[in-house]
């Protein structure tokens, strides 16, 4: 199954690297830099998964995470972070992905999303 997969990143290199994870996955991606460009994706077409990429300052991956679910309620969400982040109480994310990750990482995580579609 070749999944749609949005990648909300605010770093332009990291965003360029995680869309080429992506599509040599055989997968399509669309990536995005902010939460009004994410809001506009989500409106606009279907996806399957959103990686969301958490600024260590900025903790709006979780809000985003929720209104991925609001908007298209079959999403997948995936928190990217550097840090640690808590995964207690967060029915919202579906999976975390840790900075740095490898093609490998990323493969695991979608593949543990959507098991027997790979």
Not at 79 to 107: E, Q, Y
Request: hydrophobic content about 50%.
């Amino acid at each position: 199954m070749r999944l749609s997969v949005l990648l909300i990143e605010p770093d332009l290199s990291t965003l360029d690297i995680m869309a080429d994870m992506v599509t040599a996955l055989g997968h399509r991606a669309i990536g995005v830099l902010t939460t009004a460009m994410a809001i506009g994706a989500l409106q606009a077409i279907k996806v399957d998964v959103a990686i969301i990429g958490l600024a260590p300052d900025d903790p709006d991956g979780i809000a985003i995470a929720a209104l991925a679910k609001s908007h298209q309620p079959g999403i997948k969400t995936v928190v990217s972070s550097g840090k640690h982040v808590s995964r207690i109480a967060m029915p919202t994310i579906d999976a975390f992905l840790n900075k740095p990750f490898s093609i490998d990482d990323m493969r695991k995580t979608l593949q543990a999303l959507y098991p027997g579609d790979r």
